[in-house]
């Protein structure tokens, strides 16, 4: 129903800034919702942040609220995910994931919809 696509990781040093992209296609609608998370070595799935496409409800992780911004292009159906001030811990597998309007959006396993992942390492 949905695909998800992920773009825009690599290498940058601490305190340096990206931009990662996910690009949807198939059905897209306002209630639906797109989250970030993330993967380090070892460790499980976190949530990072999470948008309806109105833009209408944002959530952000604790660990990343003020640093991280959840945005979107409604036109380009892609969710963005703006990082800033980077730490060395914030190296890990970014991915992109969508859901209904029901699913409980901190929760990983809410999502049906994920993408292939994309790769931040963050060196100091």
């Known amino acids: 129903q949905v695909q998800l696509v992920e773009s825009g990781g690599g290498l940058v040093q601490a305190g340096g800034s990206l931009r990662l992209s996910c690009a949807a296609s198939?059905?897209?609608?306002?209630?639906?919702?797109v989250g970030w998370f993330r993967q380090a070595p070892g460790k499980g799935r976190e949530f990072l942040a999470a948008?309806?496409?109105?833009?209408?409800?944002?959530y952000y992780a604790d660990s990343v609220k003020g640093r991280f911004t959840i945005s979107r292009d409604n036109a380009k159906n892609t969710m963005y995910l703006q990082m800033n001030s980077l730490k060395p811990e914030d190296t890990a597998v970014y991915y992109c994931?969508?859901?209904?309007?029901?699913?409980?959006?901190?929760?990983?396993?809410?999502?049906?919809?994920w993408g292939q992942g994309t790769q931040v390492t963050v060196s100091s």
């Open positions: 994931a969508a859901c209904g309007s029901s699913c409980r959006v901190y929760d990983r396993h809410d999502y049906p919809y």
């Open positions: 198939g059905r897209t609608f306002s209630g639906n919702v």
């Open positions: 948008s309806t496409w109105s833009g209408g409800s944002t």
